[in-house]
């Protein structure tokens, strides 16, 4: 499996967290888990994959969508080459520039779901996927993003120009803190009611302050097992603000089916083998949303 890191421009990394590019083979049918996340997906995708719903029926997984902010785990199986790009999108860029939000249905946008011209560039960047042309992919993306951030081209917020408000900068201090601050003490920093950054917040954002952290606090949790499996997991649970390690383990089951320390060990497995990716090799605490001066 090839997994690569690219960060974003500049310009658009108050916006995007970073973007994946995915190549890998199946020669047999493989079961995937994806664990809840604190941050929407624009990914574009090549291969033969299924998701396994509830009902424990598979359905194609679609060309290209936008989804994310999930509170349970995915099951997914893929067979055969699989190449995919992905953009991890904070949920305020999810909801300003495409006009999704928590909790509603993945978009599908080749089916139109986000307009004809977000369809037919959708369509060009899958193509030059497909190709294995990732840099006419990855620029394609770009000139995309950079021109519905600028409000050159319509979708969500049509024509108007992203700016953030006192949400979003709440919102950013949540990823900053692990999702460990209070909205009340960030309403105080910023000299407003708190009922009124919960109603900024949720507007300007897409999802509950609440329910965000939740999920900050998780991914949080998640990363920093993934980065060092041996980190203490008492410690860990004091740093995010959770009552004990008890309470943590509690909420890394809620949303993640399993304990941390049986993650930890998973990812104990994953660091001694052949097969390392970017994540492991890259300190997650690196990448936090910047916001523009």
Sequence with gaps: MARRLVLPPPALRPLVQVYWLLDEDHPQAERHAFLPEQLAHLTFYSGRSWVL???GLLTPVPQVTL???VTSPAHLYSEGPVRALRAELYPWAAQHLFGWS????ALDLLAGAAGSGAAGTSRSIRAALTARDDETALGLLDAWLLALASGEQGAGRAGREWTPGLGVRAAVQLYHSGGHQRLAELAGEMDVSLRTLERQF???VGIGAKTLSRLIRFETAHNALIYD???PLAALASDLGFFDQAHLT??????????PGAFARISEARHQGS???AMQRHDPRSLLPQLPE
């Excluded at 509690?250 to 304990?259: K, Q, S, V, W």
Aim: glycine share 14%.
């Design 102 to 105: 928590y909790p509603d249905p």
């Design 229 to 231: 499996p041996q980190t």
């Design 53 to 55: 719903d509830e009902g």
């Design 275 to 277: 097969e390392t990716d």
């Design 250 to 259: 509690r909420e890394f089951r809620a949303l993640g089916g399993l304990t």
């Design 202 to 204: 949720v507007q300007e």
């Design 67 to 69: 989804e994310g902010l």
